[in-house]
């Protein structure tokens, strides 16, 4: 197998190096390519373009396999906590019985977030969209803990500022949340485990005893797992390169939140629950949405429907299909959304025009049913997304960091007016 690619242009051949990966990936490095030819490659959104090498997660989008650090995400999603998978996605190995009690110990310290955040969250109105609140609030980290903004000051201090977020996300995306209802917030209870800590913190109020029922925690862990990672998608691409200008990594991270909050990216599993209420609504009849999907002169897409690098299924959906049936069940809970997802799903995959495209059900199209099951309000999905997303991020960005990978610039082809002089505003 040839480990280099040749480029033959204007009678010029130009010998390129071709890289390969632990999976036998391979890719052409085409860093020399413009000192020696003056050609740049394009690839709008870049579909078929690698922005850099990763030792996180692994996805074949034609086989429907996704691997964190070598691990299937059936195991994980069936076996692990999400704290051990955030383990593992940071630091590269599931930690030891002693790592795994030091780590959860670590955050569980920094659950609570400064009292002055209240001043920030107050400001907002309070049916400000929760993603919105998330993002700006990530953000205004840097304020409280300004020795964060040295993203290069010491392995101790980076620890610090992973441990801080990991713990205080949960936090400020419930109090979001309580923002939205104009409810108090709830302090963390530290006395619960990550998942039953954030439910609680959402779903208290001062007049009641809350516990977290244990198939809506379960459910929960499960779901952040499944979110976890997902190599060189939308909102971690964003993080690289927000953290590759040495931006600190709570600013990358805000700025990830604002990526994902699209209805293209984990924007779509609040549009999938919209959709499929707008199809209930409509008396259930799945076929005019389908031909809306279909017809070029419409902009409605099929939500949750579809990937970049998925062409078969998204081993993540499976899963998420299944948990759906079992914790709906077990809470006995009757969403009728959930057959109407079915009725589309089966219509879809034998549907030409999906079939065509290989368009399969994503990540998005079961989650928010699960998702309202638990009472988690729909304005609030991609908030969970975003606390599922969140050790991917930081395992991405701590990698590019460590690897000191340079500020990431793209080039352009320059299609606008050619070189023209200045006139005077009285004589044009
Ligand atoms: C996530 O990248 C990641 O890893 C993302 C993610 C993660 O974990 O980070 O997996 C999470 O973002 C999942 C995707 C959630 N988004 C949606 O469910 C929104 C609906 N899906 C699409 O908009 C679309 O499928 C994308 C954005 C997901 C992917 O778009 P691509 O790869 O750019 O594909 P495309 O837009 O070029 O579409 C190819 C063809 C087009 O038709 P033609 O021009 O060839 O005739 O497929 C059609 C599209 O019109 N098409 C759809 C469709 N998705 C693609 N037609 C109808 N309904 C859809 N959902």
Known sequence: MS????????????????IEGTENEKAVDISKLRAESGLITLDFGYKNTGATTSAITFLDGEEGILRYRGYSIEELAESASFLEVAYLLIFGELPTKSEFEKFNADITKHTLVHEEIKNILDGFPSKSHPMGVLSSLISSLTAFYPESLDPNRSADQVYLSVIRILAKMPTIAAWAYKNELGHPVNYPDNSL??????????FAIPSDVYKADSVVADALNKLLILHADHEQNCSTSTVRIVGSSHASLYSAISAGISALWGPLHGGANQAVIEMLEAIRKDGGGVQKFMDKAKDKDD????????????????PRAKIIKKAADSVLAKLGVNDPVLEIAKGLEEVALSDPYFVERKLYPNVDFYSGIIYRALGIPTQMFTVMFALGRLPGW?????????????????RQIYTGAKARPFTNIGDR
């Open 299 to 314: 902009p409605f897409r099929l939500m949750g429907f579809g990937h970049r690098v998925y062409k078969n299924f998204d």
């Open 193 to 202: 485990d990550y998942c039953s800590n954030f439910l609680k913190m959402m």
């Open 394 to 410: 930081i395992a991405q960005w701590k990698e590019m960091r460590e690897n000191n990978e340079p500020i990431g610039r793209p």
């Open 3 to 18: 480990d280099k690619a040749i480029i033959t242009y204007n009678g010029q051949s130009y010998e390129l190096p071709v």
